[in-house]
């Protein structure tokens, strides 16, 4: 009788180690719920810059790619959002195509200011600012060289990021569910 004991204090002791392993005071644990919380993020990114690129139609500098994510460490959790890196990536050279019509000779002889170049050199993640732009949209522009038009608002963040998210919090609820069953047997 006493060896049935000792095995059932055993098989509990173990049991409350396994779920003292899954407490999220534990800081594997945190680590490995971190690492889920990433994956999802990342779906959902790749979700919302797919739908940032079809509201885009002319997008040669790759605007679509300025969709980031960010997972805290204090707590639990992450976002996904169209604002600025903290790092800015490398500068490219671009030059846009010129639409010269047959006959036609010269094209803009007004001088580049270098705001104007550094912007164009912007790329990809860099450009999230042209998404801020499309997604709330700009007043009607007046210069003195003319008229620059505005850019309807589009709001496509608001609608693609919420329903990503929503996606990403029940795969992570799921990820979790697994990642429990699987450590418990």
């Not at 300025?66 to 204090?74: E, G, L, M, N, S």
């Given at each position: 009788m006493a060896d049935f004991g000792n095995i059932e204090v055993d098989g509990f002791v173990k049991q409350r180690e396994a779920l003292e392993s899954l407490m999220m005071s534990n800081p594997e644990m945190e680590k490995r719920v971190q690492k889920l919380i990433r994956q999802v993020l990342m779906i959902?990114?790749?979700q919302i810059s797919n739908q940032a690129k079809g509201d885009i139609k002319a997008d040669p500098r790759q605007a679509y790619k300025?969709?980031?994510?960010?997972?805290?460490?204090?707590i639990l959790g992450g976002s996904v959002s169209i604002l600025n890196?903290?790092?800015a990536g490398p500068k490219t050279l671009y030059e846009p195509p010129r639409t010269l019509k047959a006959g036609q000779r010269g094209g803009n002889r007004r001088i580049r200011s270098m705001r104007t170049e550094q912007v164009?050199?912007?790329?990809?993640?860099?450009?999230?600012?042209i998404l801020r732009f499309i997604n709330a949209g700009t007043d009607r522009r007046q210069t003195k060289y003319g008229n620059r038009g505005s850019i309807a608002p589009r709001n496509f963040f608001a609608n693609s990021?919420?329903?990503a998210m929503q996606k990403a919090a029940e795969q992570l609820?799921?990820?979790?569910d697994e990642m429990i069953k699987k450590e418990l047997g």
């Open positions: 959902a990114r790749k300025a969709v980031k994510t960010a997972v805290y460490k204090r890196k903290r790092k164009m050199s912007y790329q990809g993640a860099d450009r999230g600012f990021s919420h329903t609820g799921t990820l979790i």
